[in-house]
């Protein structure tokens, strides 16, 4: 089969039986090696003003020992699950309706295109004001980002189903509610993991600004407090931390999409 | 051709138009046409002709603006089991296997679970997939999805097979194979089929009358009888009277 001999560029990894590709991993180590000793050299003299590697890592093992790094992660998670959660269950619902009846999505739309013009973050004040300083306003919004993101894409994958599809349903019997459940959730069901997967990078970037500029906890906040002290080890621990647990959050979401989505023709 | 029974059937002035911004167009022009149980009926004609709005208004997809389509003596109104359909783009469900397709119609009629799995190897064997039932259809070639689609829309027993150019997007060589697998099927589990093609050679290869239409607007041109004998086989396709009826369907189709 042609399939499996097709050479695809890296990051895909589409297909199951491709295997892994060492040589792809073994280069990616040595550029963030490099990377990394490129930074010691620069930093080591004091020529840009940055901690050298060994003060970041040694900070790193201060701040997990005393648990404020965790304590930090928690509230940042608790806050972006909660937001991005409630953003996605009320999205897809949302998404369906407007994707299926043609009147929901005329009345709906306008206030959608508007919306998504409007940074979530640039509500904060208007949040701040309304709902107080705990943790409603930032949950708010990041469940904006992420509500707003995903409905969009569940209901660009509704309308985009394929109409000779839902006629092969028809004609083997299929009433609206079958095709709704058999075909047009399963079919766009590609779309919705993208959409989730682009609202949950909108969470989390909405997250780490919501948390600089109003918080107590989290890791937005902890690098705001190290700024005032000019505390820069601090800050590349939360800079780290925040990359690496958005890395993993997207990874998980795209191995669920994989496995959603092993049925798709992939080019 | 079968005794003077009541045909399965009956194209009534049969008119379909379609408002465009500024102009009507007319897709279909008081089409009528009588088609006989068990009779395998192609329609050729150029594109325009209104030859896949004829099929989609028989199949119940389309509603005609006049006249109307009988089934058994009763009128259309909207798509049913007892008439499957086959798409040029074969239209399987990406997300279900081989097997979950063909019995996808059955799931939906409420047979129960080992009756349908029953039906549907039957037929998937009947189109030679039996070594790919668990299979996804993105990893079937063409043709391959095709018998599927063809093994789908068999498994809910319709009386009536309405087929849209399936054979349209494939090469030559899987073409000849699947009509002569289709004739095959056709001749084991005999139905009723009204085929569309562009094809001339395949129209009359497989038929028993081949309907030309004309386009502009779309209308019935002429029926023309083929009488070749089946099974049909290489040398019918070669045979100097295959040659002269896919002449006249040349010439009725090419030279309107």
Redesign the interface.
Known sequence: MSEASKTTRSGGGSNEDRGIDYRGLALNLCGLVAGIAIGWVLTAGGAVGLPPPPQVASRFIDLIANGQLATDIMSSLARVMTGFLLGVILAIPVGFVMGWYKVARSLIEPYLQFFRMIPPLAIIPLAIVTMGIDETPKVFVIFLASFLASVVATYQGVISVDKTMINAARVLGAKDMTIFLRVIIPASTPFILVGVRIGLGSAWATLVAAELIAAQTGLGFRMQQAQLYYDLPTIFVSLITIGLLGLAMDRILLVIERRLTVWQERV | MPPRIAPKIVFDKVTRRFDLKDNAFVALDRLSLDIADGEFVTVVGPSGCGKSTALNIA???LKPSEGTVLVDGKAVEG???E???I?Q?Y??????TVRQNVE??LR??GEEASRRRQIAERFIDLVGLGDFADA????LSGGMKQRC?IA??YA?DPSIL?MDEPFGALDALTRVQLQDQLLDTWSRERRTVMFITHDVDEAVYLANRVIVMAARPGRLKEIIDVGLPYPRTEEIRLSVEFMSIRNRVWQAVYHQ
Do not use: D, E, N, Y
Not at chain 2, 91 to 96: G, R, S
Not at chain 2, 136 to 139: G, Q, R
């Open positions: 199949a119940g997809l798509p049913g089991p008439r499957g359909m798409f783009q239209a399987l469900f990406p997300w279900l996808f119609g939906i009629k996804l259809p993105k990893t689609a789908r829309a809910v309405l």
